[in-house]
């Protein structure tokens, strides 16, 4: 039996997760699940917290050995979450946070349904060009790609209704506190519930 929550994630790339997550993360007590990778990292990124840098033969031993609770290809690249840091914070009545694309969060919905699932939205499409635009972490092309995905994420995540909750990321601050009252309310309820 799990005393702790789970809560899911996931957006199109660009629309501001990882600036919401990790101020989510300095003011509540939530961890966070660092997914494998087997993308190049980018500058200032860090290996073992923002995720962990792995070769495809690494990951593709990860899957045979039935060591990730999910996994996907997202832009040409491996990203996975290991399963056991989850389970054991789950065990141990932590509220932990993923951060994970949409298929991969339909994935943790079969295995984890009680999990809760945040989807971020942008305010326009222009918007979230911008933001890609501006984080300029990837060449013009990769940035085209991401964009085109971001229409076919959203309407998958909208028609598989398992989100329980929609943020719209326009001012950051209100989208970050919107996140916080989600995950106090959830941890409040685990309390509650042991
Ligand atoms: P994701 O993790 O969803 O791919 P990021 O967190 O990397 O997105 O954000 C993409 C870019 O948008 C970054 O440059 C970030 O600083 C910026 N950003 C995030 N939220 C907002 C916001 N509410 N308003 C304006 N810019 C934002
Ligand atoms: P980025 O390369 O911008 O860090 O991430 C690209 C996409 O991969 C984002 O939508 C991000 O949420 C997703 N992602 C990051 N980690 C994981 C993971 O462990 N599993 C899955 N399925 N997607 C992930």
């Not at 990882?18 to 087997?38: C, D, G, K, M, P």
């Not at 079969?110 to 635009?133: C, G, H, M, Q, V």
Request: aromatic residues 8%.
């Amino acid at each position: 039996m799990h005393s702790g929550h789970l809560i899911v994630i996931t957006g199109p790339s660009g629309v501001g997760k990882s600036t919401i997550v990790q101020e989510v993360l300095h003011r509540t007590n939530a961890r966070y699940s660092v997914s494998v990778t087997t993308r190049e990292p980018r500058p200032g990124e860090i290996d073992g917290k923002d995720y962990h840098f792995i070769d495809k033969q690494r990951f593709e031993k990860m899957i045979q050995r039935g060591e990730l609770l999910e996994w996907a290809e997202v832009f040409g690249n491996y990203y996975g979450t290991p399963a056991k840091p989850v389970y054991e914070a789950l065990k141990a009545g932590e509220t932990i946070i993923l951060e994970i694309d949409i298929q991969g969060g339909l994935q943790v919905h079969e295995k984890i349904p009680y999990a809760t699932f945040i989807l971020i939205l942008p305010p326009s499409w222009d918007e979230l060009l911008n933001r890609l635009i501006k984080r300029s972490t990837e060449p013009p092309e990769a940035i085209k790609r991401r964009f085109a995905k971001a229409k076919e994420e959203i309407e998958l995540a909208q028609k598989s209704k398992v989100y329980d909750y929609t943020v719209i990321n326009d001012k950051l601050e209100n989208a970050i506190e919107d996140v916080i009252k989600i995950v106090n309310s959830v941890s409040e309820k685990t309390r509650k519930d042991n």
